[in-house]
């Protein structure tokens, strides 16, 4: 079953010093942080604040061909997490046939900004976070989710680059 989820901001991790984006269920209270890297959280920081560069960057490129091809997002998902990596593919809709695209869950999302399309997260990944929180090795642990989960929205986007 898939979730329909909203990019609730970027953080950085306070342990790690990675960008994290954090994902918030758009009708319910779960939360899905993803750790990205520090280009990828750019990408998508610029679309967040609306920053227009002077030529397309990669996601907008990707934007520009899709529309060029008369393609449509019909939506993203995060479909599972293995070893430690998130998985997700876009849905694209060409000409009435629907196509498949592996994805890192960072590109699908800066696509998804751009594009205005819905994410979702199947629950077995959500389950699958929440359920490796107790590992030590884990950064995701409930002191951290704890944090996320009550942050304020004015400190959520604040990304420095």
């Given at each position: ?9 970027l ?17 319910g ?20 604040e ?12 990707l ?13 993203i998902v ?12 876009i ?36 389950k699958?976070?929440?359920?490796q ?15 996320l ?8 986007g604040?990304?420095?680059?």
């Amino acid at each position: 079953m898939e979730i329909e989820m909203k990019i609730r901001g970027l953080m950085m991790d306070p342990i790690t010093n990675m960008p994290i984006v954090i994902l918030k269920e758009a009708s319910g209270s779960g939360i899905l942080p993803i750790w990205v890297g520090v280009y990828e959280a750019n990408a998508i920081a610029l679309e967040i604040e609306k920053v227009v560069t002077p030529r397309p960057m990669t996601h907008d490129l990707l934007k520009n061909v899709l529309v060029g091809l008369d393609a449509a997002v019909r939506k993203i998902v995060v479909t599972c997490i293995k070893d430690d990596t998130f998985y997700a593919i876009i849905w694209l809709e060409r000409n009435g046939t629907l196509v498949s695209i592996d994805s890192r869950p960072s590109d699908a999302l800066a696509l998804a900004l751009r594009i205005d399309c819905p994410i979702y997260v199947e629950d077995e990944v959500l389950k699958s976070s929440k359920s490796q929180q107790g590992s030590p090795d884990r950064i995701k642990d409930e002191e951290l989710r704890r944090l996320l989960e009550n942050l304020p929205d004015e400190d959520m986007g604040r990304y420095k680059m």
